[in-house]
């Protein structure tokens, strides 16, 4: 296939572009700014400098062009946000971004619109032994301003995906990934857990699913080419991992003091967004895509395998780097 991808040198975006030119396809790549146009053309895709938040911009810039699918893996986050302002710029784009990138996909005639939702849009909260499946409700009404906010980005997005493809002119697929990591990922909250300025609520037990980026992208691959229009899957790792016990094991692994804990009122006033982050309970299946796109992650089925392999990936990079110095 042709595919349009938003976002394709994000930390999802880098490691799918790959994917789908491994797999046979042919890629072309929106970016912003003409450094990101560069990293698209070192990934090996064809760059289209435009802003997707500028619709008249957007759509003059994709003027003949023509592409069987568009993938929208596109946010604003340059690095963990810790206030709720920090997910803003996110927000529109799942939301106008979204209505944007439905304009372009009717102009360049694409049949499949894939999105990236994510499994927060179940609901901040305790879902205690509850386990999440795409049946479950999503993006219900919050009580929290601030986190209805973020939310209703999310059902922006998915409601907007649903409403074209009862239209029948597109294909709309949603994934619900769990929460990212990855090598390029993990630096800094290597470099904060080194600096003892990462810390977690006292005595949570709060329960997280993640995926690894690389599983992450042969996800997208695979719903791209074998998913059903109008559904959504979750995409995470076989394990959900209690907070505490992720990053304990992140920090032996690397060799690194165990974060320290503070009471969550605490921690509130200072990092608002995290602490809902960190107070957040789910445990999600990913039964739904094992069945109907015939994927399973690979690379990390567990944090136990993907915490080393990201470790491993960085201590690789990082002596090719000296290599090329000395040279």
């Given at each position: 296939?042709?595919?349009?991808?938003?976002?394709?040198?994000?930390?999802?975006?880098?490691?799918?572009?790959?994917?789908?030119?491994?797999?046979?396809?042919?890629?072309?790549?929106?970016?912003?700014?003409?450094?990101?146009?560069?990293?698209?053309?070192?990934?090996?895709?064809?760059?289209?400098?435009?802003?997707?938040?500028?619709?008249?911009?957007?759509?003059?810039?994709?003027?003949?062009?023509?592409?069987?699918?568009?993938?929208?893996?596109?946010?604003?986050?340059?690095?963990?946000?810790?206030?709720?302002?920090?997910?803003?710029?996110?927000?529109?784009?799942?939301?106008?971004?979204?209505?944007?990138?439905?304009?372009?996909?009717?102009?360049?005639g694409a049949r499949r619109f894939v999105a990236e939702s994510m499994t927060l849009g179940y609901g901040y909260g305790d879902w205690g032994e509850k386990l999440i499946t795409e049946d479950c409700p999503f993006a219900p009404v919050g009580s929290s301003s601030q986190l209805?906010?973020?939310?209703?980005?999310?059902?922006?997005?998915?409601?907007?995906?649903?409403?074209?493809?009862?239209?029948?002119?597109?294909?709309?697929?949603?994934?619900?990934?769990?929460?990212?990591?990855?090598?390029?990922?993990?630096?800094?909250?290597?470099?904060?857990?080194?600096?003892?300025?990462?810390?977690?609520?006292?005595?949570?037990?709060?329960?997280?699913?993640?995926?690894?980026?690389?599983?992450?992208?042969?996800?997208?691959?695979?719903?791209?080419?074998?998913?059903?229009?109008?559904?959504?899957?979750?995409?995470?790792?076989?394990?959900?991992?209690?907070?505490?016990?992720?990053?304990?094991?992140?920090?032996?692994?690397?060799?690194?003091?165990?974060?320290?804990?503070?009471?969550?009122?605490?921690?509130?006033?200072?990092?608002?967004?995290?602490?809902?982050?960190?107070?957040?309970?789910?445990?999600?299946?990913?039964?739904?895509?094992?069945?109907?796109?015939?994927?399973?992650?690979?690379?990390?089925?567990?944090?136990?395998?993907?915490?080393?392999?990201?470790?491993?990936?960085?201590?690789?990079?990082?002596?090719?780097?000296?290599?090329?110095?000395?040279?």
């Amino acid at each position: 296939m042709k595919v349009l991808i938003a976002g394709g040198s994000g930390a999802l975006g880098t490691p799918l572009t790959r994917a789908l030119i491994a797999q046979g396809h042919r890629v072309l790549g929106l970016a912003r700014s003409p450094e990101s146009g560069d990293r698209l053309t070192r990934l090996g895709a064809q760059p289209i400098l435009a802003n997707v938040m500028d619709r008249d911009d957007l759509l003059i810039a994709v003027k003949g062009v023509q592409a069987d699918a568009v993938i929208h893996v596109l946010t604003a986050l340059k690095k963990t946000p810790l206030r709720h302002q920090g997910m803003y710029a996110t927000n529109a784009l799942r939301d106008a971004g979204t209505t944007n990138l439905l304009a372009v996909a009717r102009q360049i005639g694409a049949r499949r619109f894939v999105a990236e939702s994510m499994t927060l849009g179940y609901g901040y909260g305790d879902w205690g032994e509850k386990l999440i499946t795409e049946d479950c409700p999503f993006a219900p009404v919050g009580s929290s301003s601030q986190l209805e906010r973020h939310v209703a980005a999310f059902r922006s997005l998915e409601q907007q995906i649903w409403e074209a493809t009862e239209a029948g002119w597109i294909e709309g697929i949603a994934l619900r990934y769990g929460y990212f990591y990855g090598p390029a990922s993990l630096v800094p909250v290597l470099e904060a857990l080194h600096h003892r300025s990462l810390p977690l609520p006292d005595g949570g037990r709060a329960v997280t699913s993640w995926v690894y980026l690389e599983d992450a992208a042969a996800a997208t691959v695979a719903a791209l080419e074998r998913g059903r229009a109008g559904e959504a899957y979750n995409i995470v790792d076989d394990e959900p991992v209690c907070n505490q016990d992720f990053f304990a094991f992140l920090c032996q692994q690397a060799h690194l003091p165990r974060p320290f804990s503070l009471p969550g009122w605490m921690m509130h006033p200072l990092a608002p967004l995290a602490t809902d982050f960190f107070a957040t309970s789910m445990r999600v299946s990913n039964a739904k895509a094992g069945r109907e796109l015939g994927w399973k992650p690979v690379v990390a089925p567990t944090y136990r395998q993907g915490i080393p392999q990201a470790l491993l990936a960085l201590e690789q990079q990082e002596r090719r780097s000296r290599v090329g110095q000395r040279r």
